[in-house]
Every structure is written in C-alpha cells, then in structure tokens.
C-alpha cells in the first residue's frame, strides 16, 4: 500500500513569490494534516482537512491557505513567500471520523525562500 | 492549550548502552502521547503512543515508555541501543475527541539521539 506522497520534494522560491504544495493522502484517509517544521521553531501544526473542509487551523498568518479536494489530496497554498517561510512542510494523513486515529506523515517537501 | 519539553536536545551513547529521552507535556484536558522518530531527510514514523489502559507501552524496535500522570511525563527508554537508533525523536501530544485542539499534534522540540560504536 502506498504512504503518504508530497510533491515536489524540493521547491526553491524568492521572497514575495506564492508557493504551492501537494499531498496524496494513503487510500482510503480522508484527513490531511499540514505542518511546519523550521530550523529552531520545531514541529507546527498548520492546518487540517477533512471531508473537504478546515477542521483546525494553527497560528500561522492568512497567507498560509489550503484546501482539499474530493479525491481527499491537498494542497497547501503560502502567498507573499518570507525568508522565514523556510522550512520542512509535511503532510500526514489518517482516517476520518470521532476518535483517535494515527496520522501517518509523508516525506516532506523542502521550501527554500531566497 | 497544550505544551511538550523535551528535556535534553541531544543525548550521545555507547552502541549496547540504555538510553532514556524525556518528555514532559502540561494540558488542561486529557491527552493522547506519542513518540516519533525522524530519520535524516525522512518523515516521521511513530514509534508508540498512549491511548488508554497500561501506562507501559511498546513500541517498534524495541521501545518503550512509560505514562506518569501525577508527574505529566512520559519517557522514552530502550534497554540497548543499536547504531541505526541514531536519529532524531520528537514527543508529542493530542488532545482527546471534543477540545478546540483535537486532531492537531502538538510536538516537542525533538532530541537528537546519536548512538557511537
């Protein structure tokens, strides 16, 4: 069974530019998580989709968007790219419904801000 | 709202030695534990939570660690630790079904585990 997929691996942007970022979750979930991992900030939660709507949102400006499409994949959307926008942004993915569920992260794609 | 230490940001050991990582949380609700495991250029994997039930949980590659509500910690041990454990390990919390933070992971700061033959 595939895992969870990112695209592109590796994304090199200048400051000001929109970026946008794709996850497939595994089949069958129906939940995408974002997060944020910067050098010296840590792990942070962004944003969740289920069933196609915004379940939760962390603190993170406007300017970080998403949304989810019918087939449950995601997309991450950052406007006016900051140097501090440089990060690790994985996408995890997990069943939906009440309850617990183990969100399952894929690899990650790396943002470059220059 | 919810918070994780982790108390060491790196902890350096023999091949064969044990090793403990700390995690303290604070919630004001009931919460979910979980330790990750991030190799280099990777995702994270889980390496074991606590839902309910025994404070003692396993996990993958011969982990463990151990719920202590009055203290709100949640350590990570392993009685004898390989090379390839040398990675990076993140805490992390969730709060139970219901709460304005339910679904999202709240992580610690991670420890850099490296394992010297």
């Known amino acids: 069974e595939a895992g969870v997929t990112q695209s592109p691996t590796h994304l090199i942007k200048t400051r000001g530019q929109q970026a946008t970022l794709r996850c497939s979750p595994i089949s069958g979930h129906t939940s995408v998580y974002w997060y944020q991992q910067a050098l010296g900030l840590g792990l942070q939660f962004l944003l969740w989709?289920?069933?196609?709507?915004?379940?939760n949102r962390g603190n993170f400006p406007p300017r970080f968007s998403g949304r989810q499409f019918p087939n449950y994949s995601s997309e991450l959307n950052v406007n006016a790219l900051e140097l501090e926008d440089s990060a690790l942004y994985l996408c995890?993915?997990?069943?939906?419904?009440?309850?617990?569920?183990?969100?399952?992260f894929g690899p990650g794609t790396r943002l470059t801000v220059t | 709202a919810q918070s994780v230490t982790q108390l060491d940001s790196q902890v350096p050991v023999f091949e064969e030695a044990p090793v403990e990582l700390r995690c303290n949380y604070s919630?004001?609700?009931?919460?979910?534990l979980f330790w990750y495991v991030q190799y280099p250029n990777q995702g994270l994997q889980l390496l074991l939570k606590y839902l309910s039930g025994s404070t003692l949980v396993k996990g993958i590659n011969g982990f463990e660690a151990e719920f202590n509500k009055s203290q709100t910690s949640f350590h990570l041990r392993k009685p004898s630790v390989h090379i390839s454990d040398t990675a990076e390990y993140f805490c992390a919390v969730s709060e139970r079904a219901g709460g304005t933070s339910y679904g999202k992971l709240t992580f610690g700061q991670g420890t850099i585990l490296t394992v010297h033959p």
């Open positions: 989709y289920d069933e196609g709507e915004e379940r």
């Open positions: 995890a993915s997990s069943l939906g419904g009440k309850g617990y569920h183990e969100q399952y």
């Open positions: 919630s004001s609700v009931s919460v979910y």
